[in-house]
Nanobody, 121 residues
Framework: QVQLVESGGGLVQAGGSLRLACGTSGSFLSIDGMGWYRQAPGKQRELVATITRGGSISYADSVKGRFTISRDNAKNTAYLQMNSLKPEDTAVYYC???????????????WGQGTQVTVSS
């Protein structure tokens, strides 16, 4: 059973920094794209940043210049370094990975449980 677990969330003052991590465990053959999403109360989940297995990166306009996504393929882990945090960054942050499971011929998206990030003004 493939599981993604986010960590690193918490409460931080505006202008501060947090580093999120997303670890992957279980039985699988390969991880393709990985990404970070966030969802604030009453709002739809939105994409924050994505990174391909080869390291191609994209960011939402709202976080460009402040957030950095990275991954360590050997550790099956993705990271999100968040700097210059703003109150509007407050949300539950989720990790998503496209994974080929052992014995499967189809790629599927897997989601973590989320980690709360709260930025105070």
């Amino acid at each position: 059973q493939v599981q993604l677990v986010e960590s690193g969330g918490g409460l931080v003052q505006a202008g501060g920094s947090l580093r999120l991590a997303c670890g992957t465990s279980g039985s699988f053959l390969s991880i393709d794209g990985m990404g970070w999403y966030r969802q604030a109360p009453g709002k739809q989940r939105e994409l924050v940043a994505t990174i391909t297995r080869g390291g191609s990166i994209s960011y939402a306009d709202s976080v460009k210049g402040r957030f950095t996504i990275s991954r360590d393929n050997a550790k099956n882990t993705a990271y999100l370094q968040m700097n210059s945090l703003k109150p509007e960054d407050t949300a539950v942050y989720y990790c998503k990975s496209k994974i080929l499971s052992f014995g499967s011929s189809r790629w599927a998206d897997f989601w973590g449980q989320g980690t709360q990030v709260t930025v105070s003004s």
